[in-house]
């Protein structure tokens, strides 16, 4: 039993758990909300929402929160955006202590998903890169706006963007920057390296390097790595058309057309931020159904692996598209880009599916049943997208509500926090660190096949 729950998958699991503990109970402190009463749920909702880097919060973190509290959830948000287990090993690395193998695999599975790399090269690089681009980021909205943006508040704000949080410390959020080109592009752009992965990064910073050092390029066949290219492309085609679809589907019947140019503004931000990061610049509840489900739809798909959004990733869309347009085409192999996908990665990409709609899928039902309050349907009317969109909002680690959060009662916040929870880890890291468990039969069943379809 014990060499069960010491399996390498384990290890996150623990790690965020005990940090989400750890971060509750600091907020319960005093110190944290002078004056004002906390519960230990919501403590526990705001803990888990950090660390997941989620962003959905029962409280204002601006008002409610102190400078001690916000320090605290601030915390939270960068251990959970990098992984517990990587500041771990990076502590161990720093101490001169050997990084034991089950530490070294947790963390190549959560950043590169590659077991070869040099762990401790890497963790300082990492470190080194992130602390980088955030202080940047920190500087360049201070300067934008040395009122909104105090230097705290600034930090603040860079670390929540690039961590893909979504915390801010204003009760709308980013709406008074609305019309602001600098803020939204300043917060886009750390929203988008947060969620394009710490290999893609990597790769794309050797690259502008050599250019402009003007290097000669090594021989190869492709600028790009494989993994790379995908990524890059399918981020960029989402960003683009999710504008577009935005923009029309805030505008149908709108025959107001001069603000054109601000609300292609917002719905760019809002395509970015959707995906995973939680900021907001318009009024989440009063946007469309069009907008919504189409929301819910790149909310799900999320960012890239091994960074620091949530959804069933980028690269898992891709194959799944390879795999439709494969069946179409009558084709025994599903093709993304130069290669062909090995049979274990589209059973992992359809697993996740499966599982992730399964998981979705419950738990709208749960909280149908504990926020519903027996309500006959034409009294609930327009309910269930919003409780849909907190429900995938949460297990994508986005953080966008249509304002239902403050008003989810104790099971609803129970259910919100194991999603954020889930999300955060991956259905198929849990489905991994559960069939650790078990083992493969040493028998095979005579095959055969059913009608299906």
Request: positive net charge.
């Amino acid at each position: 039993m014990q060499k069960k729950f010491s399996s390498p998958f384990w290890l996150p699991v623990y790690a965020f758990g005990l940090t989400i503990l750890a971060g509750s109970s600091a907020l319960m402190l005093d110190v944290c909300h002078p004056g004002k009463d906390l519960s230990f749920i919501n403590a526990l909702f705001t803990a888990t929402s950090a660390v997941c880097v989620t962003g959905l919060a029962v409280v204002d973190t601006g008002s409610f929160y102190s400078r001690a509290g916000q320090d605290v959830i601030l915390a939270l948000i960068q251990l959970g955006g990098l992984g517990i287990m990587t500041y771990a090993s990076l502590v161990m690395y720093l101490l001169r202590h050997k990084v034991s193998a089950s530490d070294r695999l947790s963390v190549s599975q959560t950043l590169l998903h590659d077991p070869s790399f040099n762990l401790a090269n890497f963790i300082v690089g990492v470190i080194i890169a992130v602390f980088s681009i955030e202080i940047v980021g920190a500087v360049l909205l201070n300067s934008l706006d040395p009122v909104g943006f105090n230097f705290y508040s600034a930090f603040f704000h860079s670390v929540s963007a690039f961590c893909n949080a979504g915390f801010s410390l204003y009760p709308d959020s980013l709406t008074r920057w609305q019309g602001n080109l600098g803020v939204n592009i300043v917060f886009a752009v750390l929203i988008i390296m947060g969620g394009l992965g710490f290999y893609v990064l990597a790769e794309c910073a050797r690259k502008i390097r050599m250019l402009v050092l003007k290097k000669k390029r090594p021989v190869q066949a492709h600028f790009f790595t494989w993994h790379t290219k995908i990524v890059l492309e399918t981020t960029f085609y989402l960003i683009f058309f999710g504008t577009l679809v935005l923009l029309f589907a805030e505008k149908v019947g709108d025959e107001n057309w001069n603000d054109f140019l601000q609300m292609g503004l917002s719905s760019f931000f809002q395509s970015v931020t959707c995906r995973t990061a939680g900021f907001n610049t318009v009024d989440i509840s009063s946007m469309t159904n069009v907008s919504l489900i189409f929301m819910i739809s790149l909310m799900v798909i999320g960012g890239s692996p091994g960074s620091c959004a949530g959804g069933l990733k980028t690269t898992t869309l891709r194959v799944w598209i390879g795999f439709i347009v494969a069946r179409l085409r009558g084709r025994s192999q599903t093709r993304v880009g130069w290669y062909a996908m090995t049979e274990d990665s589209i059973n992992k990409a359809l697993t996740l599916l499966v599982f992730g709609v399964l998981i979705m899928g419950g738990s709208v039902i749960l909280l149908s049943i504990t926020e519903g309050h027996g309500l006959p349907h034409p009294q609930a009317r327009g309910h269930f997208i919003e409780l849909l969109f907190e429900t995938v909002s949460a297990f994508a680690t986005v953080g966008l509500s249509t304002g239902v959060t403050p008003t989810l009662s104790g099971a609803g916040k129970i259910i919100i926090i194991l999603l954020m929870f889930v999300g955060r880890l991956g259905p198929v890291w849990l489905l991994s660190a559960i069939n650790s468990w078990q083992s493969e039969p040493r028998f095979r069943l005579p095959q055969d096949d059913l009608p299906l379809g």
